[in-house]
């Protein structure tokens, strides 16, 4: 038995910057973007306003609201104001599979929305997708750094360039909105970007380089 050279194995997900299935990524970030619009045209149709299910600080009746309120937007403008940034963001943090995307999606979800909801004004209802976009910012911005992928590194650097100056929204400023959920969606998404990296990275070492492929006999 003689064996040829082995088959390269293909571009894992530490290295990888656009999503394996990009058509299912455009159609999940599609779907999710128009049930945010979904809501919202229900909100201004129906009587009674979604938007107080939203988060209310440190209020037990108010913690629920971490499920919801990504999904409810103060006004058209608000929900305008998400969309891009929900449709590239997501797109891009889809890199690593639908599975890990719902992974990291739900723990920037939930710990953006705990954040909100410890440290927030008690008088206030938190509600919009931006901590979900904060987090998944962040996680693309510092992918790279965790797997030195220069591929990664270099689709940070871009996104830093057009979208760096929104990350002063982690801080202190406009009472109206919610610096709080950006500071917390910003942090789930470095911890997921580490998590993720070192999960990769140990399904990478678990999978052989190529395949040695044998020659049958005459």
Do not use: C
Not at 63 to 89: R, Y
Not at 102 to 112: D, G, Q, R
Not at 120 to 126: N, Q
Not at 166 to 176: F, R
């Amino acid at each position: 038995m003689t064996t040829l050279p082995a088959v390269p194995a293909a571009p894992g997900p530490v290295n990888r910057v656009v999503p394996p299935n990009p058509k299912q990524a455009a159609l999940v970030v599609l779907g999710f973007t128009a049930l945010m619009y979904l809501v919202e045209l229900v909100d201004l149709i129906l009587p009674v306003s979604l938007d107080r299910w939203g988060i209310v600080a440190r209020s037990w009746s108010g913690l629920d609201g971490v499920i919801w309120a990504p999904l409810l937007h103060d006004g058209w403008t608000h929900l305008f104001s998400n969309t891009l940034p929900v449709l590239l963001f997501g797109f891009l943090a889809m890199a690593g599979g639908l599975g890990q995307w719902v992974a990291v999606t739900v723990t920037i979800w939930l710990v953006s929305g705990l954040g909100v909801w410890l440290t927030a004004p008690s008088d206030v209802i938190t509600v919009g997708a931006s901590g979900i976009a904060f987090g998944w910012l962040a996680f693309l911005l510092v992918r790279g750094i965790f797997s030195r992928s220069p591929k990664q590194l270099a689709v940070a650097f871009v996104l830093f360039l057009y979208w760096g100056s929104t990350l002063l929204g982690v801080l202190p400023g406009n009472p109206q909105i919610s610096w709080q959920g950006h500071l917390f969606g910003a942090l789930a998404g470095v911890l997921t970007a580490w998590l993720t990296t070192r999960a990769n990275r140990g399904k990478g070492k678990a999978e052989p380089a190529g395949t040695a492929i044998p020659e049958l006999p005459a």
